[in-house]
């Protein structure tokens, strides 16, 4: 009698599977917010190990007189281009096939999810690289001179009103139309909530929230508020630079003791001098001026600890442990945070991604931004194995320096 499998229904299951892997990867952008595709066939734009962009420059705006004797002479349009290299990104999960008999969570759809997230958040650390170590800088005083003590030191309106006219300066694209050469385009602002706190101090973003906008309306797409010509973006997801400011008076200044995994709810340090029960630590080589490290993180130390060089830790990792793993040796320190707030519009990056992909038959897909999810699909001789994972091949650039300005500020959050 003929019945029905889930091989012969696979695309069905296959569905089942995509919507999940769509439903991790879609909404939650950071820095690739900043991001628009470069134009044109992205299945032959994204060939090479590099590629430039050309573009044309503007015509400035001349002093020219037209003679009654000799002839104007021309101007000669400049050529500038905008360099991308590609690289790919790409994971997976194996699972055996037993595992699918005794498992009494719904793992099977879960796994799915993590997958996608994964691949949002790889890809989007492409575009946080380019947006964190941009030239265009603003900085009320050197990133290691950061205090969260010091008021002139933090987020105020004034910053706003500076990144304001450096874009517009550079006629930076915005949100209204293309905001090329308008008097108030419209952009926006990306920070994390600490730095975002003293803003809320200022009272402007709340009066605007309460007398310009009293439905709620610009609460969208984590909009917090605008101020400005900035849509106001505070994500906790956002970079910080972990102790790359100021020390503190009771510095702590010490390594790792021993290679710690991700997940891991102690460390070991070479020192403990001056380390309390619910102070920041950031694990991580510090991030100097032009430096930028994805896998520093910062803990807390946990309430329980009273002294020794075991210190037990309250992290951002799914357990409440370590988000990454670190190798011995790794700097750990309390200075204060420096956290960058990055000023741009939606063409402030320029992306490319491969368009084509092989699939599990062997035949060519379609793909977008996100990349391409592989599988499930069994492996080993006897398909004892199910695997899962993603990839991507792509890249991200800056259109110009001018478009997009990071700034640079500590938070009274830790003074």
Same mark, same amino acid.
């Given at each position: 009698?003929?019945?029905?499998?889930?091989?012969?229904?696979?695309?069905?299951?296959?569905?089942?599977?995509?919507?999940?892997?769509?439903?991790?990867?879609?909404?939650?952008?950071?820095? !690739? #917010?900043?991001?628009?595709?470069?134009?044109?066939?992205?299945?032959?734009?994204?060939?090479?190990?590099?590629?430039?962009?050309?573009?044309?420059?503007?015509?400035?705006?001349?002093?020219?007189?037209?003679?009654? %004797?000799?002839?104007?002479?021309?101007?000669?349009?400049?050529?500038?281009?905008?360099?991308?290299?590609?690289?790919?990104?790409?994971?997976?999960?194996? &699972?055996?096939?037993?595992?699918?008999?005794?498992?009494?969570?719904?793992?099977?759809?879960?796994?799915?999810?993590?997958?996608?997230?994964?691949?949002?958040?790889?890809?989007?650390?492409? #575009?946080?690289?380019?947006?964190?170590?941009?030239?265009?800088?603003?900085?009320?005083?050197?990133?290691?001179?950061?205090?969260?003590?010091?008021?002139?030191?933090?987020?105020? &309106?004034?910053?706003?009103?500076?990144?304001?006219?450096?874009?517009?300066?550079?006629?930076?694209?915005?949100?209204?139309?293309?905001?090329?050469?308008?008097?108030?385009?419209?952009? *926006?602002?990306?920070?994390?909530?600490?730095?975002?706190?003293?803003?809320?101090?200022?009272?402007?973003?709340?009066?605007?929230?309460?007398?310009?906008?009293?439905?709620?309306?610009?609460?969208?797409?984590?909009?917090?508020?605008?101020?400005?010509?900035?849509?106001?973006?505070? &994500?906790?997801?956002?970079?910080?630079? !972990?102790?790359?400011?100021?020390?503190?008076?009771?510095?702590?200044?010490?390594?790792?003791?021993?290679?710690?995994?991700?997940?891991?709810?102690?460390?070991?340090?070479?020192?403990?001098?001056?380390?309390?029960?619910?102070?920041?630590?950031?694990?991580?080589?510090?991030? %100097?001026?032009?430096?930028?490290?994805?896998?520093?993180?910062?803990?807390?130390?946990?309430?329980?600890?009273?002294?020794?060089?075991?210190?037990?830790?309250?992290?951002?990792?799914?357990?409440?442990?370590?988000? *990454?793993?670190?190798?011995? !040796?790794?700097?750990?320190?309390? #200075?204060?945070? %420096?956290?960058?707030?990055?000023?741009? !519009?939606?063409?402030?990056?320029?992306?490319?991604?491969?368009?084509?992909?092989?699939?599990?038959?062997?035949?060519?897909?379609?793909?977008?931004?996100?990349?391409?999810?592989?599988?499930?699909?069994? #492996?080993?001789?006897?398909?004892?194995?199910?695997?899962?994972?993603?990839? *991507?091949?792509?890249? *991200?650039?800056?259109?110009?320096?001018?478009?997009?300005?990071?700034?640079?500020?500590?938070?009274?959050?830790?003074?």
């Amino acid at each position: 009698m003929a019945q029905n499998t889930p091989t012969n229904l696979s695309d069905s299951v296959r569905v089942q599977y995509l919507a999940q892997y769509v439903m991790g990867a879609k909404p939650a952008r950071v820095y !690739g #917010a900043y991001a628009s595709p470069v134009p044109g066939n992205m299945a032959e734009i994204s060939k090479g190990s590099a590629v430039q962009v050309p573009f044309l420059s503007t015509l400035p705006p001349t002093r020219q007189t037209i003679s009654t %004797t000799s002839d104007i002479v021309p101007r000669q349009v400049q050529d500038a281009t905008a360099t991308i290299t590609p690289t790919s990104r790409g994971d997976a999960i194996q &699972d055996t096939e037993i595992l699918y008999t005794q498992v009494y969570t719904d793992y099977l759809a879960q796994r799915s999810r993590l997958v996608g997230e994964q691949a949002e958040a790889s890809i989007d650390l492409m #575009a946080q690289d380019v947006a964190l170590q941009g030239k265009n800088v603003y900085r009320p005083a050197a990133r290691a001179s950061l205090d969260a003590g010091t008021t002139t030191h933090r987020l105020t &309106d004034n910053a706003f009103k500076i990144a304001q006219t450096r874009l517009q300066a550079m006629h930076t694209p915005g949100w209204v139309g293309d905001g090329v050469g308008m008097v108030s385009p419209d952009w *926006f602002a990306t920070m994390h909530p600490d730095v975002y706190y003293d803003l809320l101090l200022g009272g402007n973003v709340v009066t605007y929230g309460l007398y310009s906008n009293p439905t709620g309306a610009i609460i969208l797409n984590n909009e917090l508020g605008k101020l400005g010509a900035f849509r106001i973006v505070a &994500d906790p997801r956002a970079k910080v630079f !972990g102790g790359a400011g100021a020390d503190n008076a009771s510095n702590v200044a010490t390594t790792l003791s021993g290679a710690v995994t991700e997940l891991a709810t102690a460390i070991v340090v070479a020192s403990a001098t001056n380390i309390v029960a619910g102070m920041q630590l950031t694990i991580g080589t510090e991030e %100097t001026a032009g430096t930028h490290y994805p896998d520093n993180e910062i803990v807390w130390v946990d309430d329980s600890y009273t002294s020794g060089t075991t210190i037990p830790v309250i992290g951002q990792g799914a357990n409440g442990g370590l988000k *990454f793993a670190h190798a011995t !040796g790794v700097a750990v320190r309390n #200075a204060d945070h %420096t956290y960058p707030v990055v000023f741009g !519009g939606p063409a402030s990056i320029a992306k490319l991604y491969a368009s084509n992909y092989i699939s599990d038959a062997g035949t060519e897909m379609s793909a977008g931004d996100m990349g391409v999810m592989v599988g499930p699909k069994p #492996a080993g001789n006897l398909n004892q194995w199910a695997l899962m994972g993603w990839k *991507f091949y792509g890249g *991200f650039g800056l259109w110009s320096e001018g478009w997009l300005l990071r700034g640079e500020f500590s938070s009274s959050i830790q003074a």
